[in-house]
């Protein structure tokens, strides 16, 4: 860690959520208890839900950090984001130091895409999501914007950029 936190760049979490709010206050948990510059984390919330409201669970008069949208995806607000993008998936756990070790694997290894190949996770809620055949977890992916741009879509990220990529063999813990 040789990395000042007045260095550090900006990271955005985005979380698109559907209808269930079981999760919500798992994700504000998580968020408020990362160890990142309050003034370089950004919360981008998705809303895609068909019958909920969502807005009203999500503190975004209190935290000018978090951007609410409606019926929206990653793709379409690329454009509004800057330096780089990770999950913050509901029914997963993000230590505290999550997203600064991403960060401090990217600037050290000087790529533009990282993620884990293992995870434990809860059998109650069973929710892993894969990347392609490079079997990097979506939730512990961390890419720069300018990485993403010409894909638009978590499908196409990995495959043939295997020299802009870092995986780490270790492990990220899941809980419900």
């Known amino acids: 860690n ?20 079981e999760y919500i206050e798992w994700l504000k948990y998580n968020y408020y208890n990362l160890d990142y510059p309050e003034d370089k984390l950004k919360w981008l919330v998705i809303d ?3 019958t909920n409201n969502l807005r009203s669970h999500i503190p975004v008069k209190q935290d000018l950090n978090i951007t ?10 690329i454009g509004n984001l800057t330096g780089y993008i990770c999950y913050l998936n509901d029914k997963e756990y993000y230590g505290p130091d999550s997203i600064k070790k991403r960060i401090f694997g990217l600037l050290t290894y000087n790529k533009n895409c990282i993620g ?16 392609d055949n ?3 977890y979506e939730s512990t992916l961390m890419y720069s914007v300018k990485f993403y741009m010409p894909y638009m879509n978590t499908k196409g990220l990995i495959s043939s950029r295997e020299k802009e990529v ?5 492990t990220s813990e899941l809980q419900s």
């Open 2 to 21: 040789n990395f000042k936190d007045s260095k550090l760049p900006i990271v955005t979490m985005v979380s698109e959520l559907t209808d269930s709010t």
């Open 48 to 50: 895609n839900s068909s």
């Open 68 to 77: 609410y949208v409606k019926n929206s995806t990653l793709e379409k607000e």
């Open 116 to 131: 884990c190949k293992e995870m434990k996770y809860n059998e109650k809620v069973e929710d892993i999501r894969l990347v």
């Open 166 to 170: 870092r995986s780490e063999e270790h």
């Open 134 to 136: 490079r079997n990097l």
